[in-house]
């Protein structure tokens, strides 16, 4: 048994303790946003925050998340798709599959809110998330616009 | 049926099963629409006005594609040109797919579902035109007839129809229904492009926003009610076979339903959830018969290749002239020997599949390039005839060619649905299975022998390939006296379809074909991606040994080859090939010519003293012939750097003992951000003919940079990938 914070709500779930957090956010509690690529913690497809932190959840098993900490997924990013990343994956048309974005996304608005006006470089740090259709030109575009409209960051 | 529409909200109707609520979370999911067994597309309460066209009372306008999008923006390209011909309203555009199993009903009314080797829009780009194009007149007609006026005094703009003379207007919802009662109409005349509005425009993308919300459902977020989840093992070593297997050993694990044989090489758990399937699979003892091929290793492999190179049995693709003569003749020789290896698709989501199979009825969902061949598989593999089977398309996590020929996941799942009747089982393969059984990248070598004359001119060249065939592995029975014409992509005679640009008096171009038992596979870009690696850096290393620009080298020999030349002149010319560049920054250059498209690439790299490598700009022009959406091209471009670079700089899938070695991510090395480089895409669409985007730039990826390592550094990259060579200063 697992008490969870997802979103902002507090969730029992029955599970092993084993069960990588991703796996519990999408077959116990039914949020499929967050997506398996590589169960290794490679690809970053299953990124959601940990306390704000963009974190792998594929290889993090449930039992090392506590009550306390908070968790959110893509679909408690925003209430309606308004946080200025997704506003800004949307504006240049970012998604080409799109399986993968949603990690892409959650690891975007993690890197904006610790580092507001992120260079290239810390971009190319940061964002290590695998896309195989090749969106990266755009990615880098849209969290460039974020960071020059101000809306993301601390304080 | 299954929508996408800039619509955020989700399709729901009586005719839909709400999927995605867990009873812990309900409130916090998404509702969508899946099809389920026996459906018939949105024309019950509103007909449709012909096969391409659904226009609804208030406007909307549904748009029936065929291909699938797996991420190439084929569903937006399509409904553009359907759109245009219809003039209607882009605002009201939705999409929507038939499902193969209503097309085979329909004397396969939307023609050809499959969406590989860049055709989505070239093949299908009349057809679909002359439904919308039809469609408009109808709603014309049907107006005209309400008005007793001639269709001839009428127009049709942003689905309003309107009639001059008597300033009456009516719009396309209120004579849809009355329209789709007329007969549709046999001579169709299409617009010039050079009219078009919608067509042709850097439109957004018709599906973008349920994938930056979570909202949008792949395959493996597909949930039915009493669905169990499977797990999957086929024996490693292609070819083997499960020797024995310890099912008792799981069966007490948490969830395990069944433990099922799949043919006699795999095995599959089934559970409650796919966490529980795969648990169990990882503890389940198998103990497999390997066989003969577990004594292949990539060595000998490219031994056995090596030969090849030499083999006095050779199938010829393109022949002018005598070229071994001008070879013996020569001034000088050069000669050299590239190298290409396995690689993996690698698609972001593993291959999935979910079965429901009864004994008279078996539906399959999936991920798929092509609908047809998987309605195919899935009767082939439940044993009964297709009109008891149907298959429901779900947008791709990745296609690149990988789920579009063969559809061994859905044998898979309809064998293990089999075995538990009546119960949705969700197959979905771990990353580990998926890179141990793909349909690898063909594995070739080329010996290329140039012949130059005093003065540096080329005057003869035999390129001898020796290797895979692809069509050997999949359509074999397309295999023609030994003959894969596929093999010689971008080396053919002049023609519309993957031509050489070059005029070489002299030309030998043959394939000793050499068959590992890894099971090749249409690879994005397929065999051009090689094919223009060894001959374009090879161009380079002659006009190097002519003491020639490698621009002004090429183009000596394209004179005859102008859409090949105006695509290497555009490139040169965005690239300022004449220009000097900052100290440390080399370029090359190459061109080549597939899936109907001319394109051209210049890299601009560095490389440190301590062999690092840095792609500072890329730029790229491709002729498409028509440019259907732009902005969608630049995508694709850039997109295809990023595959064709990953496989440049890290793809390789190496054999050991009969199997593959490589089995996720951190082995199997994939291009970053962090080594992206800045794409400038140069569109130069000539017109007169229609071309493929999402595959042919990927072809000049390689090439480019190579042929500019070598400016930068004096050493040639002849075997892919650029990760097993050191680039340090010797």
Request: hydrophobic share 40%; glycine share 10%.
């Given at each position: ?5 997802i ?5 029992d ?7 990588p957090l991703?796996?519990v956010?999408r077959?116990?509690?039914?949020l499929?946003?967050?997506k ?25 098993p449930v039992?090392?998340v ?17 946080h200025p990343?997704?506003k800004a994956w ?15 996304i959650?690891a ?8 507001p ?5 810390d ?5 290590t998330n695998?896309?195989?259709c ?5 990615v ?16 | ?9 989700p399709?729901?109707?009586?005719r839909?099963?709400?999927a995605g ?6 409130a916090?999911?998404?509702?969508f ?11 019950e309460?509103?007909k449709?006005i012909n096969?391409?066209v659904v226009?609804?009372p208030?406007d909307?306008?549904v748009?029936?594609?065929?291909r699938?999008e797996?991420g ?12 245009e011909?219809l003039?209607?309203d882009w605002a ?9 199993g209503?097309s085979?009903a ?16 070239r ?5 679909v ?17 309400q ?7 009428c ?5 309003v129809?309107t009639?001059?003379?008597?300033g009456?207007s009516?719009r396309y ?8 009662k ?23 993308r ?6 930056t ?7 493996t977020d597909?949930?039915?009610?009493g669905?169990l989840n ?24 948490p ?10 090489t795999?095995?599959?758990v ?5 966490w529980q399937?795969k648990t169990?699979?990882?503890a ?14 990539s060595?000998?492999?490219a031994?056995w ?5 030499d ?13 071994k ?11 050299s020997?590239?190298s ?19 004994p008279?009825?078996?539906e399959v ?6 609908g ?17 089977c149907e ?16 559809h061994?996941w ?5 064998v293990?649905?089999?075995q538990?009747?009546?119960i949705?089982?969700?197959l ?12 690898y990248?063909?594995v ?7 012949a130059?004359?005093?003065?540096g ?17 999949i359509f074999p ?6 003959r894969?014409?596929a ?18 008096p002299?030309l030998?171009?043959?394939h ?9 596979g249409?690879?994005r ?14 161009m380079?290393?002659l006009?190097h040994?002519?003491?020639?620009d490698?621009l002004?080298f090429r ?5 005859d080859?102008?859409k090949?030349?105006a695509?290497?002149n ?11 560049l900052?100290?440390g ?6 061109q080549?010519?597939g899936?109907g ?5 210049v ?5 440190s003293?301590?062999g690092k490598?840095?792609i500072h700009r890329i730029?790229?022009?491709t ?8 902005a ?23 054999v ?10 951190d ?6 951000l962090?080594e992206m480089p ?6 130069v669409?000539?017109?007169g ?13 390689a ?9 930068a550094?004096?050493?040639?990259v ?6 097993n060579?050191?680039?340090r200063?010797?």
């Amino acid at each position: 048994m697992a008490k969870l914070n997802i979103n902002g709500r507090m969730l029992d779930v029955a599970v092993d303790g084993d069960t990588p957090l991703l796996w519990v956010i999408r077959e116990q509690i039914g949020l499929t946003g967050t997506k398996y690529g590589c169960g290794v913690a490679q690809c970053g497809a299953c990124t959601v925050h940990v306390d704000g932190v963009a974190t792998r959840s594929c290889a993090l098993p449930v039992s090392a998340v506590s009550a306390e900490q908070k968790i959110v997924t893509i679909e408690g990013l925003s209430p309606d798709g308004s946080h200025p990343v997704q506003k800004a994956w949307i504006a240049h048309d970012v998604p080409q599959c799109g399986y993968c974005q949603s990690g892409m996304i959650m690891a975007a608005a993690a890197l904006l809110q610790a580092n507001p006006k992120p260079s290239e470089a810390d971009i190319a740090n940061e964002m290590t998330n695998i896309c195989r259709c090749g969106t990266y030109t755009r990615v880098k575009a849209a969290i460039l616009d974020v960071a020059a409209s101000g809306t993301l960051g601390r304080g | 049926m299954i929508s996408a529409s800039a619509d955020t909200s989700p399709t729901l109707s009586r005719r839909t099963l709400l999927a995605g609520s867990a009873a812990a979370a309900g409130a916090f999911s998404f509702g969508f629409a899946i099809p389920v067994a026996g459906e018939a597309m949105a024309q019950e309460a509103v007909k449709e006005i012909n096969a391409w066209v659904v226009v609804h009372p208030d406007d909307k306008v549904v748009i029936r594609i065929a291909r699938s999008e797996m991420g190439q923006g084929t569903l937006t390209g399509l409904a553009q040109l359907v759109a245009e011909e219809l003039n209607c309203d882009w605002a009201k555009v939705t999409t929507e797919y038939p499902t193969p199993g209503q097309s085979v009903a329909r004397n396969r009314v939307w023609g050809n579902f499959s969406t590989g080797g860049s055709r989505g829009i070239r093949e299908s780009q009349d057809y679909v035109r002359k439904g919308g194009a039809a469609a408009r007149m109808m709603l014309i007609q049907a107006a005209a007839s309400q008005w007793n006026v001639p269709a001839a005094e009428c127009s049709a703009e942003k689905s309003v129809i309107t009639h001059k003379a008597s300033g009456r207007s009516l719009r396309y919802g209120q004579v849809a229904e009355a329209a789709s009662k007329l007969e549709v109409p046999k001579d169709v005349p299409l617009k010039d492009p050079k009219d078009w509005t919608i067509a042709g425009k850097p439109l957004k993308r018709l599906d973008t926003v349920d994938k930056t919300n979570g909202a949008k459902i792949y395959g493996t977020d597909l949930k039915m009610p009493g669905m169990l989840n499977a797990a999957i093992r086929d024996c490693p070593v292609f070819g083997g076979k499960v020797k024995s297997c310890d099912a008792a050993k799981i069966k007490a694990m948490p969830g395990v339903t069944h433990v099922v044989p799949v043919g006699e090489t795999a095995v599959a758990v089934v559970a409650e959830t796919w966490w529980q399937a795969k648990t169990a699979l990882d503890a389940l003892p198998i103990e497999w018969d390997n066989g003969e091929n577990a004594k292949v290793s990539s060595e000998s492999i490219a031994a056995w290749l090596k030969e090849g190179l030499d083999a006095p049995e050779a199938v010829i693709g393109n022949q002018v002239g005598d070229a071994k003569a001008a070879i013996a003749n020569a001034a000088r020789v050069i000669e050299s020997v590239y190298s290409y290896p396995f690689q993996n698709h690698a698609t972001m989501e593993p291959m999935n599949a979910t079965a429901r199979y009864t004994p008279e009825r078996c539906e399959v969902w999936t991920p798929t390039q092509n609908g047809e061949a998987a309605l195919a598989a899935a009767s082939e593999a439940s044993g009964l005839p297709i009109a008891k089977c149907e298959a429901y398309k779900i947008d791709l996590g990745g296609g690149f060619g990988r789920r579009g020929a063969v559809h061994d996941w859905v044998r898979q799942v309809v064998v293990i649905a089999k075995q538990i009747p009546g119960i949705p089982i969700k197959l979905v393969w771990s990353r580990e299975e998926d890179m141990l059984h793909g349909r690898y990248h063909p594995v070739t070598q080329c010996k290329l022998t140039g012949a130059l004359d005093k003065d540096g001119n080329l005057t003869g060249l035999h390129m001898r390939i020796s290797g895979q065939s692809i069509v050997a592995g999949i359509f074999p029975q397309n295999i023609q006296n030994g003959r894969d014409p596929a093999v010689f992509q971008g080396l053919n005679p002049p023609g519309p379809e993957a031509s050489i640009g070059y005029g070489i008096p002299n030309l030998l171009i043959d394939h000793a074909m050499r068959n590992p038992h890894v099971p090749p596979g249409f690879w994005r870009g397929v065999n051009l991606n090689q094919n223009t690696i060894y001959l374009e850096c090879f161009m380079d290393e002659l006009a190097h040994a002519a003491g020639k620009d490698p621009l002004e080298f090429r183009r000596a020999l394209m004179k005859d080859h102008p859409k090949h030349l105006a695509v290497l002149n555009a490139v040169a010319k965005k690239a300022e090939w004449d220009k000097a560049l900052p100290a440390g920054v080399y370029r090359g250059i190459c061109q080549t010519m597939g899936f109907g498209s001319y394109v051209a690439a210049v890299a601009e790299v560095s490389v440190s003293a301590d062999g690092k490598l840095k792609i500072h700009r890329i730029v790229a022009a491709t002729d498409p012939g028509h440019a259907v959406n732009p902005a969608q091209i630049e995508r694709q471009v850039e997109g295809s750097f990023v595959y064709g670079l990953s496989a440049a700089l890290h793809g390789e899938c190496t054999v050991k003992d009969g199997r593959m070695v490589e089995e996720n991510f951190d082995t199997y090395t994939v291009l970053r951000l962090d080594e992206m480089p800045a794409v400038e895409t140069v569109i130069v669409p000539s017109g007169g003919f229609w071309g493929g985007v999402g595959e042919p730039t990927i072809a000049v990826a390689a090439p480019a940079v190579f042929n500019a390592i070598f400016a930068a550094t004096g050493k040639r990259v002849r075997s892919v990938p650029l990760k097993n060579m050191d680039l340090r200063k010797a």
